[in-house]
């Protein structure tokens, strides 16, 4: 979560971006709990008050970088070219497993920091459990809009059963891969 500031220098978005990256490369090659905010700050060369100046928590800082990392994976589905979505909908899982194969060890470090600080809990449901749901949700629509879906379903409700599943196996340790992308896909397009 970013912080207000009130006067003096500018931010500097190159610190933002030295930060985020070294966050992640620590905390992929150590462990989240290995990691502290210290050696974020050395590692990406920058007072630990610079990082401090941009977010509150190291979860905060490494939520900033993961979600940045995903939207590198899995950008917001294209809702106005003419693949259809049930395509649409596997590729975007796909592709989101195919980041967790990568931080998904990372992302369970997050979920379970989230459970232990209420205000974490907000920002991590706020900025990024919320945004890929709405992806989801939307798409969905867009299917609907299509004749791609029926109108009789609920695309909330839908996003959310994609979602239970995709964090059931994260939480679980199970399986995420393309297989499970098409079986969640076809579940979702019978």
């Not at 996003?159 to 964090?167: D, E, L, Q, V």
Request: aromatic share 10%; hydrophobic share 40%; net charge positive.
């Amino acid at each position: 979560m970013k912080k207000a500031t009130s006067g003096g220098r500018p931010i500097s978005t190159k610190a933002s971006s030295d930060l985020k990256a070294a966050a992640l490369r620590l905390i992929r090659e150590r462990g989240y709990e290995k990691v502290s905010i210290a050696t974020i700050a050395k590692e990406a060369g920058v007072a630990r008050q610079t990082l401090y100046n941009r977010w509150n928590t190291k979860a905060d800082l490494v939520l900033a970088a993961v979600f940045e990392e995903t939207h590198n994976y899995a950008a917001e589905p294209v809702l106005d070219d003419a693949k259809d979505c049930r395509t649409k909908l596997e590729e975007f899982l796909i592709n989101v497993f195919e980041h967790l194969k990568i931080d998904g060890d990372t992302l369970r470090a997050l979920i379970a920091s989230a459970q232990h600080d209420a205000t974490f809990h907000a920002s991590f449901y706020t900025n990024f459990v919320l945004p890929r749901e709405k992806m989801i949700t939307a798409l969905l629509h867009h299917a609907q809009e299509r004749g791609e879906f029926p109108a009789k379903r609920n695309p909330e409700m839908v996003s959310t059963f994609i979602h239970g599943a995709f964090w059931y196996r994260l939480l679980n340790r199970g399986t995420l891969d393309a297989n499970f992308a098409k079986d969640v896909t076809t579940e979702v397009f019978v």
